[in-house]
């Protein structure tokens, strides 16, 4: 269809879908008028249709239906419009239910049969967990910075627990969106009826967590299989992200037609980011029309991956290669040496540094924000660095671009205590002593074999401990240094270790610690590929003011890092939504065992012909136990109010 044709839109609220165990999941169509079929496209989400993600969500879903697709955004079962009782977070039985919706919607007489399916963030990973099914009249997916396996990419990477992010930012706001009723009411109730029927039987989705840290059949259970997945799949995802490695970890597992678009970006839509902001809409529209209508249009035939090379000048930071991992990158091998250093070759003695962990080291990392703040880049890196093990090397003769996942190989023994975080940090440290972190990765030390069963360690005893560094694509400029930072702490990233451990870290001789980059030469001939411009449209002034606020007690030598929003959501079908959240974490250098994430919500909205409704959530998470509590009121009357401990 010429890009030129335009269809005017008509608007169908809260449909109902019904399930096979008698749920019914509620969805807004937005389609073209005019006899049809069309095409379907599906997003699915906790979110809600009809407050934060329905607004989200306008421009994207006009922009299809006026385009020739039918654009349904649907609410997971128990959640928004729809009916019954949530799963918990990232449930296979989330798959199953996008499977069976999407078979309904291609039943239906404004549907030719085929559907696509995309997704922002869990609506990206709805849309690999719904593609894992194998539903038939799926024809394509695009899940934009989302996960496969929620545990290694966001709950504990490397076995280490995540705080601020999962607990806080993400727990704690979603312990208040799960107790909202549905935001669209109806006169006939339903909507009364289908909110009081979950209050008392939902259950917040950061309480289980507390008791699996390890990687067990919990955790694997809801992770998704790529090699599963057949269906067309052009996978968006950005290094700054909180999904860095999980995104492209995917593709080369994928097993039919598969794109790989990777930016500079943190979380949100490659359109909205505050920076190297690039129109993505008409390429995914390519992806839709060729897999999902039919159309011969070349998307098939062009380079599959983009990337941008964070830290290159202009235009040329954006290229496109034939596969992931990129096949002409080579190791490129530095060694931990004496005095801090970071060297070509390993010295021949064998010689150790010893650490004691400072459990207020990484705030400058940035903030790893799930809810899309805008906010959040890594600040420089030198103050943690002075509290870290850091080797750098010499000036770099020579540019050299690093494009894929690094990974250190550390020798070392725990001194005092019995476990610790092992934290790597790669870093670009400018003339002037700037330390700008290009990636970091992340190893529990009981781990180092398996994650699913930890290994008991001998105090004393040197180990091998093999730390894989996620993903990134980034040029270090000649005259520059690269340093690489070991610590056991990246606050509040990680839940520090209760127990200040130390470690000592050895080099050279037998057990030569090394870090490994994926250095990555250019292009004889550019490729030509996906075009990458900026957005043709202004996105409208936001009501959202992010907080992010780093803080530090001197006299007591602790950190707090608190994050949120105050925000003020316009309703698509009308009205407003209005929130208050703040989350935050604290760790003093002296007692770890106490750090703690709070968490505080309160969301209002005012509903047409029922009230005023207040749902007010408070979460307190330390290193030994979790408490959550709720309170729903209705024009200041108790509806509902409930406590959950661990």
Avoid at 65 to 83: K, P
Avoid at 85 to 114: F, L, T
Avoid at 122 to 148: C, D, F, R
Avoid at 563 to 569: E, F, R
Wanted: hydrophobic share 35%; charged share 20%.
């Amino acid at each position: 269809m010429p890009e030129e044709v335009r269809h005017e839109i008509v608007i169908e609220r809260n449909l109902l879908i019904p399930l096979k165990d008698g749920a019914s999941l509620s969805a807004d169509l937005y389609r073209p008028a005019g006899k049809g079929p069309f095409p379907a496209l599906m997003s699915f989400y906790p979110y809600h249709k009809d407050d934060m993600i329905g607004a989200s969500f306008e421009v994207s879903r006009r922009y299809f239906a006026e385009r020739g697709y039918a654009h349904l955004l649907v609410d997971f079962r128990g959640l928004g419009g729809s009916d019954g009782v949530a799963w918990e977070a990232m449930h296979r039985q989330e798959g199953v239910d996008g499977a069976q919706a999407c078979e309904w919607i291609a039943r239906q007489s404004w549907c030719d049969g085929n559907v696509g399916m995309w997704g922002l963030s869990y609506g990206g990973i709805s849309s690999l967990k719904v593609a894992a099914e194998n539903p038939p009249h799926l024809k394509a997916i695009v899940p934009i910075q989302g996960s496969a396996n929620i545990y290694f990419d966001y709950i504990a990477p490397g076995g280490c627990r995540t705080a601020l992010g999962s607990y806080g930012a993400w727990g704690s706001f979603m312990l208040a969106m799960n107790l909202m009723p549905p935001t669209n009411t109806h006169a006939d109730g339903r909507w009364y009826r289908v909110w009081m029927d979950r209050l008392e039987q939902s259950v917040p989705y950061v309480l289980p967590w507390f008791d699996r840290p390890d990687y067990d059949e919990y955790w694997s259970s809801k992770a998704v299989d790529p090699a599963t997945i057949s269906t067309p799949t052009f996978i968006i995802g950005g290094w700054r992200d909180i999904f860095p490695e999980g995104m492209p970890a995917l593709y080369p597992h994928l097993k039919g037609p598969k794109k790989l678009l990777m930016g500079p970006w943190m979380h949100g839509l490659p359109d909205g980011s505050p920076y190297e902001a690039i129109e993505f809409l008409p390429e995914m529209k390519r992806w839709f029309d060729h897999y999902v209508r039919g159309e011969k249009n070349g998307i098939d035939q062009d380079p599959p991956v983009t990337i941008h090379v964070q830290n290159s000048r202009g235009a040329s930071a954006w290229r496109h290669e034939r596969e992931w991992p990129i096949a002409r990158a080579k190791a490129h091998t530095l060694f931990l040496g004496s005095n801090g250093t970071l060297r070509p070759s390993a010295d021949r003695e064998e010689q150790g540094e010893n650490y004691r962990a400072d459990p207020t080291v990484g705030t400058a990392a940035g903030l790893w924000d799930p809810t899309g703040l805008g906010v959040g880049l890594p600040q420089d890196q030198s103050d943690d660095d002075l509290k870290s093990l850091a080797f750098t090397s010499e000036p770099l003769s020579e540019d050299i671009e690093i494009t894929g996942a690094a990974s250190a190989l550390i020798h070392a023994a725990i001194t005092a205590g019995e476990d610790a975080n092992l934290v790597a940090k790669l870093c670009d440290v400018d003339p002037d002593g700037g330390s700008a972190l290009i990636t970091s990765g992340w190893l529990k030390a009981s781990h180092r074999t398996s994650h699913a069963r930890r290994e008991k360690l001998r105090n004393g005893e040197a180990y091998e401990f093999k730390i894989p560094l996620w993903s990134t694509s980034y040029r270090v400029p000649k005259g520059h240094q690269i340093r690489l930072s070991v610590s056991c702490s990246d606050f509040p990233h990680l839940w520090p270790d209760r127990h200040k451990p130390e470690i000592r870290v050895f080099f050279g001789g037998k057990r030569a610690s090394s870090i490994s980059l994926p250095a990555v030469p250019a292009l004889k001939e550019p490729l030509r590929g996906m075009e990458i411009r900026p957005p043709t449209a202004i996105p409208a002034p936001s009501a959202m003011r992010p907080v992010w606020k780093i803080e530090r007690d001197l006299v007591a030598n602790a950190v707090s890092v608190t994050t949120g929003q105050t925000n003020s959501i316009p309703l698509p079908q009308g009205g407003r939504m209005n929130i208050e959240h703040t989350a935050m974490a604290k760790v003093s250098e002296a007692r770890p065992d106490t750090a703690s994430v709070h968490g505080d919500t309160t969301m209002k909205i005012d509903l047409h012909n029922v009230g005023s409704i207040k749902v007010h959530t408070q979460s307190w998470v330390t290193q030994t136990g979790l408490s959550l509590s709720g309170r729903v009121t209705m024009d200041d009357k108790l509806i509902f109010e409930k406590r959950w401990t661990r």
